[in-house]
């Protein structure tokens, strides 16, 4: 089993708010390969988060590394 068939935590959170919806706010919590988190839709980005420290409805404070998509968006 390689790195990116290894099933972690991950969140989907916010990268523009929306609504009440302030930016980092987690949508969701899940647990994905690297493969399968991937493919965020505008918006929105996958954060591994290994110890589950932010469940659906919590503030999520993205860094560029811990971002694995709309990468762009995270840093504006």
């Not at 916010?14 to 965020?40: C, D, K, N, P």
């Not at 929105?44 to 409805?57: E, I, N, R, V």
Request: hydrophobic residues 40%.
């Amino acid at each position: 089993m390689s790195t990116s068939d290894t099933i972690q935590n991950y969140i989907l959170y916010r990268t523009a708010a929306s609504g009440w919806q302030a930016v980092g706010y987690v949508i969701a919590a899940m647990q994905l390969t690297a493969e399968q988190a991937t493919g965020a839709a505008t918006g929105f980005a996958y954060a591994l988060d290994t110890a589950g420290k932010y469940p659906a409805g919590s503030i999520y404070t993205p860094t560029v590394s811990a971002t694995t998509t709309d990468t762009a968006a995270a840093v504006s």
